[in-house]
Nanobody
Framework: QVQLVESGGGLVQAGGSLRLSCAAS????????MGWFRQAPGKAREFVGV????????TYADTVKGRFTIARGNAKDRLYLQMNSLKPEDTAVYYC?????????????????WGQGTQVTVSS
């Protein structure tokens, strides 16, 4: 089992920045990818970005590309999401996810473990 805890959410004005953190514990050595998803009110959860532990490659949704950056800690126990140039449409609960697969990582069904989420609100 892997436990994930997100932190760093909050209220920010449009154009501002936030950095989310995901702390992982448990059998983190079994994971091959960690990513971020978000869910806005009344909408389905959507892919934000992912880090493939194997090759270190990151992939982002088109809606955040160029504004958001995923970074890792020294081991598979920390993942960050640096969010710049935030927009009101970025308002959502952000979730950290971890999995043991390396394909179709834009899809939430590929992930085995999820955090509780952290709220990000961007005011206009």
């Amino acid at each position: 089992q892997v436990q994930l805890v997100e932190s760093g959410g909050g209220l920010v004005q449009a154009g501002g920045s936030l950095r989310l953190s995901c702390a992982a514990s448990g059998r983190t050595s079994s994971t091959t990818a960690m990513g971020w998803f978000r869910q806005a009110p009344g909408k389905a959860r959507e892919f934000v970005g992912v880090l493939n532990w194997g090759d270190g490659e990151t992939t982002y949704a088109d809606t955040v590309k160029g504004r958001f950056t995923i970074a890792r800690g020294n081991a598979k126990d920390r993942l960050y999401l640096q969010m710049n140039s935030l927009k009101p449409e970025d308002t959502a609960v952000y979730y950290c996810a971890a999995g043991t697969r390396t394909w179709n990582l834009r899809f939430e069904y590929q992930y085995d473990y999820w955090g509780q989420g952290t709220q990000v609100t961007v005011s206009s």
